[in-house]
């Protein structure tokens, strides 16, 4: 079936940082790959994506690039902000029209 | 991008008791998907919600519990019914597809309707 992995959290870093939250997928076919983000006391937001294999899917300074061949979509983001701070979902959708299918989340904690 | 309204944004309900979440999409949509969020977790999918045709539920869900109407494309409710204290999560609805534009492969959601249950 298909499914996501994303890393445990919380992840907790210092304004400046290097971020990386993994994520890894199973689906059969070819499948789109989403970052969302949820703010605290706030709706989930589209921060990125990529449709096809060697995409690279970017937004507000944070990338991530669609791996195939390791059947991964790391998040990263070179320098995080105390504003950045927000739980970060990983998603695939297998076919369009098709529900999004979400790893567990991974939330991120920025301390200026 | 999409705007999608929930009503309500939050309630707090007694054990045994209904509450029907409304959902309004700002265009014509193929689908629409109601997801469920518990405290600390991700987001699990209820159901689909066909405009036409009765909702297609996920496992462990069931339409007694979570009865949805879709009577046009851009309109959808979701009621819980007999609530327990269980029950208490985050309701979202999003939107699975734009009509008359091909199926986008974007997906966004509504703000959420924060539901506690005593």
């Known amino acids: 079936g298909n499914s996501v992995t994303q890393m445990e959290g919380p992840v907790t870093l210092s304004e400046e940082a290097f971020l990386t939250i993994n994520c890894t997928y199973t689906?059969?076919?070819?499948?789109?790959l989403f970052w969302y983000v949820q703010y605290p006391g706030e709706g989930l937001q589209l921060l990125l994506k990529?449709?096809?294999?060697?995409d690279k899917g970017s937004n507000k300074g944070f990338e991530a690039t669609y791996r195939k061949e390791t059947t991964s979509f790391h998040l990263e983001k070179g320098s995080v902000q105390v504003s950045d701070s927000a739980v970060y979902f990983c998603?695939?959708?297998?076919?369009?029209?098709?529900?999004?299918?979400f790893g567990k989340g991974t939330t991120l904690s920025v301390s200026s | 991008s999409a705007v999608i309204s929930q009503k309500p944004s939050r309630d707090i309900c007694q054990r045994g008791t209904s509450l029907t979440i409304q959902c309004q999409v700002d265009?014509?949509?193929?689908?629409m998907f109601w997801y469920r969020q518990q405290p600390g977790q991700s987001l699990t999918l209820i159901a689909t919600?066909?405009?036409?045709?009765?909702?297609?539920?996920e496992s462990g869900f069931v339409i007694d519990k979570f009865p949805i109407s879709r009577p046009n494309l851009t309109f959808s409710t979701l009621t819980v019914s007999n609530m327990s204290p269980e029950d208490s999560s985050i309701y979202l609805c999003?939107?699975?597809?734009?009509?008359?534009?091909?199926?986008?492969?974007?997906?966004?959601f509504g703000p959420g309707t924060r539901l506690t249950v005593l």
């Open positions: 998603a695939l959708r297998n076919q369009a029209g098709t529900a999004l299918i």
């Open positions: 689906a059969t076919g070819y499948p789109s």
């Open positions: 990529a449709t096809k294999a060697d």
């Open positions: 265009s014509q949509v193929t689908m």
């Open positions: 919600a066909n405009q036409g045709s009765e909702a297609t539920y």
């Open positions: 999003s939107d699975g597809g734009r009509q008359g534009t091909g199926i986008t492969d974007t997906q966004y």
